[in-house]
Structure formats: structure tokens, C-alpha cells
């Protein structure tokens, strides 16, 4: 990504963005409500179009190329994309066939992504049943079917419940191996356990870029924490935010706030 950027009439959302991502790595963007998270993300995926500035993912441009991208992506939206009158088999089975991939090869691929999330028990229950944290595993479990070779989550674990945000951290560290990685979050912890790199964006711009451990290095005291990097470099506090109702409810209220 060089000098990316995006304006909204005379409101520049996202002002000369620029970093890369690694083929094993997971990238994390850090940043108030209002940063250009999302914005980013949804420039990346092929949502909307670049003001400014060039983007390449999985070596194709998001501008010149976009079909291209969205067939080697995997793109999970902070809102809920699940639905919640069928069971969790059955919205990977669409899934799959908006995704083109052929019949033959459609179920061995949906027990191979709900085994990888930990979902075969529930498979044939209706999603309106699962808890947050499922409705998540199934929602990146979808984003598998077609083997992306890049994987964005956009609040992963919004709204979630300590113990359902544990359940979803595993299951991304699983994937680590499996795809690059680009995730927006609140969560400072998440940050730091997913992520080998970390941007923090402050008004669209990116103000700071490394490893966890080089964020909290570069304040130059000890006992550093990834919230004290976000408090010196934003210089705000972060706002954070069961049941398909509950979550879904959460998930609109980041995205409006986004």
C-alpha cells in the first residue's frame, strides 16, 4: 500500500496510508473510533475505491484489478453476515456456491473449515442458536471456504464475552499459518497476542508501525503497556463496546461509530 488515501466530500478519512503485510503475518490497525479503520479495511477488500494513491493485495490492484482481489481474499465485516434461520452447514454451503467452488468439492470443504473452527458439533443447528462467539468462528469459517490467500477481520471479536473472545483469539492463531492476516480492533490484548506488527492510526493517518514489543521500546520506560503506546500516539482513550440479537445490536454500533 503507498500513500493510500480517501476523502468523503472535504473529510479525509484516510490520508496517505502506507505499509505492507507479509504472507505469514498477522497485521494489526489500532486506532479511536473515527481513525479510518474500517475505511482502510474496506479500501483493501474492494468496497470502496481509493481517492488517491495505489494498493496491491495478493499482487493484484485493488483499483485496476478488483475482481482479481476479492477472488483471493477473505473478508469477515463487523456487521453479522450469518443467517440466523439456518443451520451453520447451510450457510456455508451458499457460501460456498457464491464462491464458485464446484459441487463435488463443496462438502469436504465445509467440514474441513467448521472442523478448523471448532464447529462440527453444531453444524446442523440453526445459527440463531449459536452464541456470539460460534456466529464469529462460523463468519471466518465462511471467509475459508475458497482458501484466501489474504484474510481481513474487521473487529473480530466485538461484543464478544471474555470467554467467547478466548475461543476466537485460538482459532485466529490457527490460521497464522494458513494466510496472511490483517485485523482492525479496540482490544489492546488482542493486539498484542495476534499480531506480529501493529499500526495505530490517529485521524486517517498512520503515527506509528512495529512489533508490539518495538511500540512499547519506543516509549522509553518500563512496564510499558500496548494501551500506554495507544494513549502516547492517539491520545485517546480506547471505547469499547451471546446471544445473534446481542451481537448483531453490538456490531451496528461499532460500524455507525466507525
Known amino acids: 500500500m503507498d500513500q493510500l488515501s480517501r476523502q468523503f466530500g472535504t473529510f479525509t478519512a484516510v490520508d496517505r496510508l502506507s505499509f505492507q503485510v507479509g504472507a505469514d503475518q498477522v497485521f494489526g490497525l489500532i486506532g479511536p473510533n473515527g481513525a479510518g479503520k474500517t475505511t482502510t479495511i474496506k479500501m483493501l477488500t474492494t468496497l470502496i475505491a481509493p481517492s488517491s494513491g495505489r494498493a496491491r493485495v495478493a499482487g493484484y490492484d485493488v483499483s485496476g484489478t478488483p475482481a482479481e482481489v476479492r ?22 454451503w451458499v457460501v460456498a456456491g457464491l464462491h464458485g467452488i464446484p459441487r463435488a468439492e463443496r462438502r469436504p470443504r465445509i467440514h474441513e473449515a467448521l472442523e478448523l473452527l471448532g464447529l462440527r458439533p453444531v453444524a446442523d443447528v440453526l445459527v440463531r442458536n ?24 474487521d473487529e473480530p471479536t466485538v461484543g464478544l464475552d471474555p470467554v ?3 475461543a476466537v483469539w485460538e482459532q485466529i492463531e490457527q490460521l497464522r499459518s494458513r494466510t496472511a492476516i490483517v485485523l482492525t480492533t ?16 490517529h485521524r486517517g493517518h498512520l503515527v506509528a508501525a512495529g512489533s508490539p514489543a518495538e511500540l ?5 520506560r518500563p512496564a510499558v503497556t500496548l494501551q500506554d ?28 461509530l466507525e
Do not use: W
Not at 477472488?71 to 456455508?92: C, H, K, M
Not at 491520545?235 to 440479537?245: P, Q
Open 71 to 92: 477472488r483471493r481474499i477473505g473478508y469477515v465485516p463487523q456487521l453479522i453476515s450469518a443467517d440466523a434461520q439456518v443451520t451453520g452447514f447451510e450457510n456455508l
Open 130 to 153: 449459536y452464541s456470539g462467539g460460534m456466529i464469529r468462528r462460523l463468519e471466518i469459517a465462511s471467509a475459508l471456504l475458497h482458501r484466501p490467500e489474504v484474510l481481513f477481520l
Open 164 to 166: 467467547a473472545r478466548e
Open 186 to 201: 479496540h482490544y489492546m490484548e488482542e493486539a498484542d497476542r495476534l499480531c506480529g506488527r501493529v499500526g495505530v492510526l
Open 216 to 220: 512499547k521500546a519506543s516509549l522509553g
Open 229 to 256: 503506546v495507544f494513549l502516547h500516539y492517539a491520545g485517546e482513550e480506547v471505547e469499547l463496546g451471546g446471544a445473534y440479537r446481542e451481537a448483531g445490536r453490538t456490531r451496528r454500533v461499532a460500524a455507525r
